[in-house]
C-alpha cells in the first residue's frame, strides 16, 4: 500500500460520510430505480425513456467525482445520441409502442438468476480493488476535462472514432429499414 494510500484511509473513518458521499448514495439509488424500471416495464418507450434516466444519473454520478469531461460525454453520446437512435429506432422500424406481450421470452428466473451472480460478481471486484482508495475532492481534480481530454485523446482516438461509425452505421440502418417497410405498404 502507497504512502498516500494509508494517510487516507487513517485520515477517513469508515463510516465518516460528507454531503458529496451522501448526495452520491441517493443519485445512485435513483439511478438503480431507474436501471430496474427500464428491464422491468412492458413498454418499449417507456424503457428507452427510462434509459435516459439511468444514463443521466450516471452522467450525475460522473460529476459528482469531479469527472466533468466524462459526465459531458455521457450525456452527448448515450442519453444525446444512443437514446434518440433507440427511439428513431423503434418509431421507424414500427414497433409496439403499448404494452407488448411478446416482449417477454418466459425465461425471467434465469434471467434474474445471471444478473444477481453478475451484479455479486461485479460488486466483490469493485470493493476488493478499491477497499483503501480514497478521491480527495479538496486536492486537484483528476478527471478535469484538460486531463482526461489528453489522455482520451493521445491514446483512445481509434475506439472514438470506432464508435463514431458505429453511430452513424444505426442511423443508416435504421432509414434502410424504414424505406423497406414504407414501400410495402404501398404496393
Known amino acids: 500500500m502507497t504512502g498516500t494510500a494509508v494517510l487516507a484511509a487513517e485520515a477517513h473513518g469508515f463510516l465518516s460520510t460528507s454531503g458529496v458521499e451522501v448526495a452520491?448514495?441517493?443519485?445512485g439509488l435513483v439511478t438503480l430505480g431507474a436501471?430496474?424500471?427500464?428491464?422491468?416495464?412492458?413498454q418499449l418507450v417507456h424503457a428507452a425513456l427510462w434509459l435516459v434516466v439511468t444514463l443521466g444519473g450516471l452522467a450525475v454520478e460522473y460529476l459528482l467525482l469531479t469527472a466533468e469531461f466524462i459526465a459531458w460525454v455521457q450525456v452527448l453520446i448515450y442519453v444525446g445520441s444512443v437514446v434518440v437512435l433507440l427511439l428513431f429506432g423503434l418509431m421507424l422500424t414500427k414497433a409496439p409502442i403499448g404494452r407488448s406481450p411478446d416482449a417477454d421470452s418466459g425465461n425471467r428466473y434465469p434471467a434474474l438468476a445471471v444478473a444477481l451472480a453478475a451484479a455479486a460478481a461485479?460488486?466483490?471486484v469493485v470493493v476488493d480493488a478499491f477497499r483503501t482508495t480514497w478521491i480527495h475532492l479538496e486536492g486537484p481534480a483528476q478527471g478535469s476535462t484538460a486531463v482526461t481530454g489528453e489522455f482520451l485523446f493521445r491514446h483512445w482516438v481509434l475506439p472514438f472514432e470506432a464508435l463514431s461509425v458505429l453511430l452513424l452505421a444505426a442511423l443508416v440502418g435504421a432509414i434502410v429499414l424504414s424505406r423497406?417497410?414504407?414501400?410495402?405498404?404501398k404496393s
Open 180 to 185: 423497406k417497410n414504407g414501400k410495402e405498404d
Open 35 to 42: 436501471a430496474l424500471v427500464t428491464v422491468t416495464t412492458k
Open 122 to 124: 461485479l460488486v466483490w
Open 24 to 27: 452520491f448514495l441517493l443519485v
